[in-house]
């Protein structure tokens, strides 16, 4: 029998593509998760389209109206009204503007800047590592809320600042993850293979290495995405995050906790729109992990 | 000797310095402890002991992977320290090495083509075409084909993976090839396989090897020379027939006598029931 006579097909990026939906849609929390977020991409592109208000209008007329079907409910305003008249439904849709572009820019930017350091940790070592790491250490000590507080209150409420905020509490976990791949694959015989073939450090570090140590961040990526849009949240809520008027879900609980007990619709609905774009995305990230990493798999 | 001597190794020692726990105290491994030897050009020297004496130490130390914490390595009679030089792209060429483990020493994402091109790319002027092309006639000499250019390591056979390592140590047409236990990880059948093509090899390219082994049959089927290694020192080191007929060491005896099947006789009988 002669080991070279084995033949397979040729695979190619879509092939890996594939395969990996495959494995993705065993996982029917996931895609459901995976289907609510494509919709509300397409509910934040479309915002202007969609929603039947404009989402910082007030009318005059309807402070605090309740959703139509409760009693004196209207169909002008579906999900009701707010205590200074404006549109909850629309103001939820352009919302999930504020909330996806929340956790794009923190993931982006924790990612990326996390990939870095831990790179850097994970193949100098010595005091580099030390360095970033005990920096990492006392990032975590804190609790991470209170320390994004900080930094806002240091900063400036805006939302920008409140992401950059984010995206620092957020980094050691990156940063951690990236570092651990690395110290584990520079010990695996290819990376020495490419030292020999004159590979140099730094295409070693991201053309070699990295992209083997993708998976767990991409899983991490997903769920740090939903951490980042509550931790926005409770800034806003905080009153230290997106300022009034703009439609930022948290900022529009914060506002709302006056009428919880007479007007309770005016914080439910944003409240829901936290918690299932939350779990949706957690969904996503537990369905990533299985399909990508079978190591983490929980059994 | 006034051989045509391609590598010669004085005196080289390692030491590993490890801490047992963030606040252990060092300790301090010395892999090898003072090795000496040479290696005549076109000729085979096995490289024979148990595990953890130091073999996979030496061959990082001659592919220039890791520096030797003393001692002298002198490649064609140049003198090398790669703690104080920068290597050059014509030292990186003359010495490449095959590791054990084939399914550890392909990159996961990295195309068989990227594998063998990558290293033309990085140490020679030519064109992205004549590397392609002289990758794929690579390819064809150790036995794969044209077809397999584009596939990923994973799907291919320990015995295919340990081919394209091979095709891949010699792109860059190097003179010594360090192998560290190239077979040892493959069934019996592939084993005869690969040795053969390595002999073929080193027929067609004149290669010089460090063939680094505990197979004792394998060492007799291959070997010019024998180094003995126990503990990080080399207790036995002479040509072949001498150190397999006329063993000196306690240790060398103690290892032949553990291999009972080291005859001369019994090793063809192998090699040919795995060729049929
Ligand atoms: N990177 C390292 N750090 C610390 N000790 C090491 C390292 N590599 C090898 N050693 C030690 O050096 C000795 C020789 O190892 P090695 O050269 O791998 O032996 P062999 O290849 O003959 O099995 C062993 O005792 C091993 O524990
Ligand atoms: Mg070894």
Redesign the interface.
């Known amino acids: 029998m002669s080991d070279a006579s084995i033949d397979v097909k040729a695979e190619t990026r879509l092939d890996l593509l594939v395969n990996f939906w495959k494995h993705f849609r065993t996982n029917k929390g996931a895609v459901i998760g995976l289907y609510f977020f494509i919709g509300l991409i397409l509910v934040a592109v479309f915002a202007p389209l969609i929603a039947p208000h404009s989402p910082i209008e007030q009318y005059r007329d309807a402070f605090k109206a309740p959703p139509v079907w409760m009693e004196g409910g209207s169909w002008k305003f579906i999900l009701g009204t707010d205590a200074v008249g404006r549109d909850i439904l629309s103001r939820i849709i352009f919302g999930s503007r504020y909330s996806l572009f929340v956790g794009v820019v923190v993931v982006s930017i924790a990612l990326s800047v996390g990939i870095f350091l831990g790179l850097l940790a994970g193949t100098f070592r010595g005091w580099v590592d030390t360095i970033i790491m005990r920096i990492m250490d006392v990032i975590l000590a804190f609790p991470s809320l209170l320390l994004a507080l900080v930094l806002v209150a240091i900063l400036g409420p805006t939302l920008v600042n409140a992401m950059i905020a984010i995206a620092i509490v957020q980094q050691p976990y990156y940063v951690r993850l990236t570092r651990a791949s690395v110290i584990s694959e520079m010990s695996r015989e290819y990376v020495m293979a490419a030292r020999v073939s004159g590979v140099r450090t730094p295409r070693l570090m991201f053309k070699t290495v990295l992209p083997n140590c993708m998976a767990p961040l991409i899983v991490q990526a997903a769920l740090s995405f939903s951490t980042a849009i509550l931790d926005a949240a409770a800034l806003g809520f905080l009153g230290v995050g997106a300022q009034p008027p703009t439609p930022e879900w948290g900022t529009m609980l914060a506002e709302s906790r006056e009428f919880i007990l007479n007007a309770p619709w005016i914080m439910a609905f944003p409240g829901f729109a936290i918690l299932i774009t939350v779990v949706a995305i957690n969904l996503i990230g537990d369905g990533l992990r299985d399909a990508l990493d079978p190591k983490l798999k929980r059994s | 000797m006034s051989g045509d001597t391609i590598l010669e190794a004085r005196n080289l020692v390692r030491e590993y310095h490890t801490k047992e726990g963030m606040f252990g105290k060092p300790v301090v491994t010395r892999a090898l402890k003072g090795i000496s030897f040479s290696l005549e050009r076109g000729k085979t020297l096995a490289v024979v002991g148990e595990s953890g004496c130091g073999k996979s130490t030496l061959a990082?130390i001659l592919?220039?992977?890791d520096p030797a914490t003393e001692g002298e390595l002198l490649i064609e009679g140049e003198p090398i320290d790669i703690r104080k030089d920068r290597l050059t792209?014509e030292l990186?060429r003359k010495?490449?090495?095959v590791?054990?483990?084939p399914y550890?020493?392909?990159?996961?994402?990295?195309k068989v083509g990227d594998v063998l091109t990558?290293?033309l790319k990085?140490?020679t002027d030519m064109n992205e075409q004549q590397r392609r092309d002289f990758a794929m006639d690579m390819l064809v000499k150790v036995?794969?084909g044209p077809?397999h250019y584009?596939?990923?390591p994973h799907?291919?056979?320990?015995?295919?993976r340990q081919?394209i390592?091979i095709a891949?140590?010699l792109v860059?047409k190097p003179k010594l090839l360090i192998l560290d236990e190239p077979v040892s990880a493959l069934d019996l059948?592939?084993q005869a396989?690969i040795l053969n093509l390595l002999a073929d090899l080193q027929e067609e390219f004149n290669l010089t090897y460090l063939f680094i082994s505990h197979d004792l049959s394998v060492v007799r089927y291959i070997a010019d020379k024998v180094m003995v290694m126990y503990f990080g020192e080399v207790v036995e080191y002479g040509t072949r027939d001498a150190v397999f007929e006329n063993p000196q060491h306690d240790y060398t005896k103690t290892l032949f006598n553990a291999t009972p099947r080291a005859d001369v006789e019994h090793i063809k009988a192998r090699l040919a029931a795995a060729h049929s």
């Open positions: 990082r592919t220039l992977i792209r990186r010495v490449q090495i590791f054990q483990n550890g020493s392909l990159n996961p994402r990295q990558e290293p990085l140490n036995g794969l077809e584009n596939r990923y799907m291919f056979s320990g015995g295919q081919r390592a891949r140590a860059l059948s592939v396989q």
